[in-house]
């Protein structure tokens, strides 16, 4: 048995599953059949539970500000999105209203008024991808279901080829805990130090590329704090998987500075103070460079 | 050097916590010459950090909604309250605005508009708190912010002696890592398996109890996935640490079932289906309960 088999058949699918794959496939069609492009939006961390009985697991820092600002862009772009994020992490448009954004209301005739230009425009971007139904949201908690979900949703996808772009966005858990070295119940602190061997999570990009969707654009990410080893760990993704493109970004610059890696070019992409004040984000720079690729690669297929 | 000096050794506080402690004194004192009581509410799980630059974490589920809902029902019981919490994890009334709530405006006249009464409320509620100065949000992310807080915050209140009650629902790790062995960058996936030897946290209650708050009403909580260990769990914890409660729960059904453990006697709280429908929470009865044996030790003291 292969890694990802192993990985699958350790931790079985939700029930729910292929009731959600079904979804996926008929939103897909639905939107292929008028021409209209595809992106799947992976968005915030995975989880990595540490006893059957949750009460402990290992997450990795992502809010999903990347996935949920770049989902907006790519549906002004004209894309369909099925935003598949971690539970509770921020979601397109919903985003906007987060915060302490409960003082900008005012009550009004026994109602809550809200005049805040800019969330009023969040909320009517919001309501006509609903009624247009261009945007579908699905949502992760763990590793395991985040792979079972990336597997199920790119076969359902698989059909519609080059129309599709993958833009991995979540941050994926490198290490996991097999049911085999978890405790049954909450880990008692009684007993000293605690020791935890995880276990390396299967490359997952390798069967997305080779097997699941092997005719779509596939944008993975790559996020590192030591900027000595970035580029070279993007380019070397690159080569493994011979996928599109990586998005390399650092930790603490992520929101100023990203480098999209190609596998014959690479394109650095900021964004200076004029940006930030006129209220732009850098997902909408990526989005847009992104979608030029993706135009470029559905012609000549 | 004790356990928990040595913890705080290994982690020095932040640079903003003593101006912080300072507006929690002013916060209390105002409201102790007023004759109200103040209750310190901790809410939503503490992270332990896997590398010092960030990107990993161990985390305890904990959405923070005991801490916040309670918090909700104290201000109602006419207590002043510190929120500390977990940053993004639910906050009083600002929760009820989660989920899907874009769904209930309706846009008139260029503005949104929501005539949900429940949320109009919440909002009411809100306002008033904000208006009455009655509620002081701060926030914590990691094991060492939120123990950092504990002790300073303890001892700003602790010149009011019985009239603080410390409520401690917060999810804290019983393990952390210490510097000495994270790793300084993003830990690298190529080696194989990752083995983690965590450390045991040092129990803070001890210290809260006989150092910090000693005059005050302490609350603390203990969650367990397995009934058959945790009221003697909760029990051993209110003989080892002298303090005046303990509420006990199990993860499945602590949304319906709670123990109040005290020295002398044990209070079950259960929330039926009617309960339900009224649209009435559990942490309404705790609330309730609790402010009664308050008062209590209040005009005992």
Redesign the interface.
């Known amino acids: 048995m292969n890694q990802y088999d192993n990985f699958f058949h350790l931790f079985p699918p939700a029930d729910s599953l292929s009731g959600v794959q079904k979804r996926v496939a008929a939103f897909a069609e639905a939107h292929a059949s008028k021409e209209v492009p595809i992106v799947f939006v992976t968005s915030g961390g995975t ?1 990595v539970p ?2 059957t ?9 992502s ?1 999903g500000t990347r996935g949920s600002a770049s989902a907006e862009y790519f549906l002004e772009l004209g894309y369909a999105v099925v935003f598949f994020h971690r539970k ?1 992490s921020l979601r397109p ?2 985003r906007h ?1 987060g915060g302490d954004s ?1 003082r900008l ?1 005012n ?1 009004k005739n ?6 805040d230009k800019r ?2 425009e969040m ?2 971007k ?2 006509k991808a609903i009624r247009s139904d261009t945007l579908l949201m699905i949502d992760f908690v763990t590793i395991a279901d985040y792979l079972h979900g990336l597997r199920a949703f790119a076969q359902a996808l698989s059909s519609l080829g080059s129309r599709v772009m993958f833009f991995l966005a979540a ?1 994926v ?3 996991y805990l097999p049911p085999s070295r978890m405790s049954d ?3 008692q ?1 009684g007993d ?10 299967p490359k997952m990009l390798k069967p997305l590329v080779s097997e699941w969707a092997p005719k779509s654009y596939i944008v993975s990410f790559k ?4 900027d000595t080893i970035l580029l070279k760990k993007a380019r070397e993704a690159l080569r493994n998987y011979s996928h599109q493109a990586v998005v390399a970004n650092l ?2 610059t992520r929101a100023r500075r990203v480098t999209l890696v190609f596998r014959d070019s690479e394109q650095v992409i900021t964004l200076d103070d004029a940006d930030v004040c006129a209220g732009n984000a850098i997902e909408m720079k990526i989005a847009d460079s992104l979608a030029h690729f993706h135009k470029i690669f559905m012609s000549a297929t």
């Open positions: 989880t540490l006893e009985n949750t009460v402990r697991f290992i997450d990795n820092f809010a509770h448009f919903h209203f409960l209301f009550e026994g109602k809550l008024e809200l005049e969330l009023i909320y009517q919001y309501e941050a858990s490198d290490f119940h909450k880990i602190s000293g130090s605690l020791v935890l061997e995880l276990s390396q999570t996020l590192e704090t030591d930790l603490a």
